[in-house]
């Protein structure tokens, strides 16, 4: 009885805890726009995202056995429980060292049948290959009997803290985070695929934000998750004020032992996944996927040459577009309208990036390797300097 006391006692602490966890905006933070519910891509109705976060070990990395910090991120655009239901979707590289698979038939189709998993550098194959034998195991295509697909997976690289050469990430671990997927509030910072990530000189990760717009008559919703590994820390900008020269000599990155592969400063990747209910074809959400980029530069991010900078758009409006043999009827947003979506766009990666990084916390990986989350009193006393804090 004591134990069990204990343990909802502990439970208890854990979820107020989580629901306290501070977000930019918590901070005083200063953004455009007006946020959705939860601040997250899972405003857009519809859009579940589930993780799986592998942490375990600590000290010398012993190929194979770890220190392990990675983990899988799953995304669907219309919530597991719908199976095969394609949304229209695109995709653009900013710069192209990394990998999102998936995008040839993406291209091709102008549909995205299939969820989008991020993970970390190595584990590509073995997530795509766990996607493939869920899809067999539950019936994704809903008895088509002569289906093939093409699993979107992306990836950003986490050797520096991560035994990235042991390949921990597994079936278990992919179903685990199809399993998670959820609407409503999501965790941000190392948790999933984004677990062991670094972004701007300080523990990056995974991070989320929404925004609603307004076109005449209608409000729609834009959602952005990002994967936040890119960047060196003199860049980092936030709220317009140059953070990381003001915290230049601050909590920097400690490399006790190198990884066998060992990133530039500056080099690492993004993965921007930005959802919208409004009814935009696949030419339209190039033009989403093209302003990813703005906002990444609003933050400090220049797409180094060692970076892959991939992002893809999708849009859970026209429901009945996809079909094997009879015409369909689609709405589209006309063009002229589009601006305040390519805004809201910019504004919710921006914000994402920077939920990743205020979400993140310092973590000791592989050898003693260290990544320290941005201190947010410091944080605090550099926009106040600068007069942008909100109040």
């Avoid at 219309?78 to 291209?107: C, D, H, I």
């Amino acid at each position: 009885m004591k134990n069990a006391i204990l343990l909802l006692i502990l439970s208890f602490t854990l979820s107020v805890s989580f629901a306290q966890k501070p977000r930019a905006r918590d901070l005083g933070v200063p953004f455009n726009g007006t946020t959705g519910q939860f601040n997250a891509i899972t405003d857009v109705k519809g859009v579940e995202v589930g993780y799986s976060t592998i942490i375990s070990g600590s000290g010398e990395n012993i190929v194979g056995k770890g220190p392990v910090r990675t983990g899988v991120t799953a995304i669907f655009p219309r919530g597991k429980a719908q199976k095969f239901s394609p949304v229209f979707a695109n995709w653009y590289s900013l710069n192209g060292n990394g990998e999102m698979t998936g995008t040839t038939w993406l291209t091709e189709s102008g549909f995205l049948e299939t969820p989008i998993m991020i993970t970390n550098t190595n584990s590509v194959g073995v997530v795509r290959d766990a996607v493939l034998k869920w899809y067999v195991d539950t019936d994704w295509y809903k008895g088509e009997e002569w289906w093939y697909t093409y699993p979107v997976v992306a990836e950003t690289y986490d050797g520096f803290l991560n035994d990235i050469y042991g390949f921990h990430v597994k079936e278990e671990h992919v179903l685990e985070a199809i399993e998670n997927a959820s609407s409503g509030k999501i965790a941000e910072g190392n948790v999933g695929g984004g677990t062991g990530m670094m972004c701007l000189g300080f523990k990056g990760g995974t991070g989320t934000s929404s925004r609603i717009v307004k076109v005449k008559d209608s409000s729609y919703t834009v959602g952005a998750l990002v994967q936040a590994n890119f960047g060196r820390k003199p860049s980092l900008t936030i709220a317009g004020v140059p953070v990381g020269r003001e915290l230049l000599d601050t909590l920097n990155n400690e490399l006790k032992l190198p990884p066998q592969s060992y990133r530039k400063e500056g080099d690492g990747s993004i993965i921007v996944v930005v959802a919208t209910d409004a009814p935009l074809l696949p030419h339209q959400l190039k033009r989403i996927a093209n302003r990813v980029p703005i906002g990444i530069g609003n933050t400090g991010g220049i797409g180094t040459n060692g970076s892959g900078d991939i992002f893809i758009a999708f849009s859970t409006a026209n429901p009945d577009a996809f079909q094997r043999d009879d015409f369909s009827e689609v709405e589209m947003l006309p063009n002229d309208l589009i601006d305040p979506l390519l805004e809201a766009t910019v504004q919710a990666v921006e914000e994402a990036i920077i939920n990743a990084m205020i979400a993140a916390e310092t973590m000791e990986g592989i050898n003693g390797n260290k990544s320290y989350a941005l201190p947010h009193g410091l944080l605090v006393e550099v926009l106040k300097k600068y007069n942008r804090l909100e109040e």
